[in-house]
Every structure is written in structure tokens, then in C-alpha cells.
Nanobody, 129 residues
């Protein structure tokens, strides 16, 4: 199980970025995908999670209304559209998955990053003027 996050970069406040999380070595269909971030000196936190069928989506309070999570299983890829970015969104962003047989509410998965066994390398998002 391998995941690869991409799409990070430098963006001005108010700008947008779209992160991608591509799965390698397995069929992503049915696997819940979580987006997590870690800012310098801060603990890793859940940002958004999407269930294996896309029917359950969770957003943390800090990104609700600004970020949109989606998935395209035909491309084995999940996405995180980030709009109205602000300085507090600066962080390394990671995608992770827990496995196809684990069924749980996305709010629970997003708030328990330590239980995620499979992680991709992070992609850095820097919001700066």
C-alpha cells in the first residue's frame, strides 16, 4: 500500500491549491482516505476525510467551508481542494488510509491520526504574502 501526495506549493493568502493523493499497489475503491497536516512545532491534525464510497465526508472546523475533499476511483486518486487559504494553513499535508475492512465514521478517523497505518509522504503548503 503506497500513497503519494502532491500539489503543494507557495500561495498567497486568499489563494487556492488542489492536492492529489494517488494510490499505488492497490485499488483505492472502498478505502477511506484521510488528509492530515502538521505545522512546524504543532501536533499532526486531521483536516478532512472521505469514506470509501464517498458518502461520508468530514471537515475540521478550521477548514469547513473552504476545503473540499473528493475522490476519483477510476484514477485511483483522492483530492483536497483548498480555497481561501490563510497563514494558518501552512503545513505539511499528508494523505493516509486505514484499510478497506475498517468501517468507521469519518469524523472518528480524522480525529485519530495515530491509528492510520498507511501514510504517503507529505506535500508542503506555504501560505505567505
Amino acid at each position: 500500500v503506497q500513497l503519494q501526495a502532491s500539489g503543494g506549493g507557495l500561495v498567497q493568502p486568499g489563494g487556492s491549491l488542489r492536492l492529489s493523493c494517488e494510490a499505488f499497489g492497490f485499488n483505492m475503491y472502498g478505502w477511506s482516505i484521510g488528509w492530515f497536516r502538521q505545522a512546524p512545532g504543532k501536533e499532526r491534525e486531521g483536516v478532512s476525510c472521505i469514506s470509501g464510497d464517498g458518502g461520508d465526508k468530514y471537515y475540521s472546523d478550521s477548514v469547513k467551508g473552504r476545503f473540499i475533499t473528493s475522490r476519483d476511483d477510476s484514477k485511483n486518486t483522492a483530492y483536497l481542494q483548498m480555497n481561501s487559504l490563510n497563514l494558518e494553513d501552512t503545513a505539511n499535508y499528508y494523505c493516509a488510509t486505514i484499510g478497506r475492512t475498517i468501517i468507521q465514521p469519518m469524523e472518528k478517523m480524522c480525529n485519530n491520526w495515530r491509528a492510520m497505518p498507511y501514510w504517503g509522504k507529505g506535500t508542503l503548503v506555504t501560505v505567505s504574502s
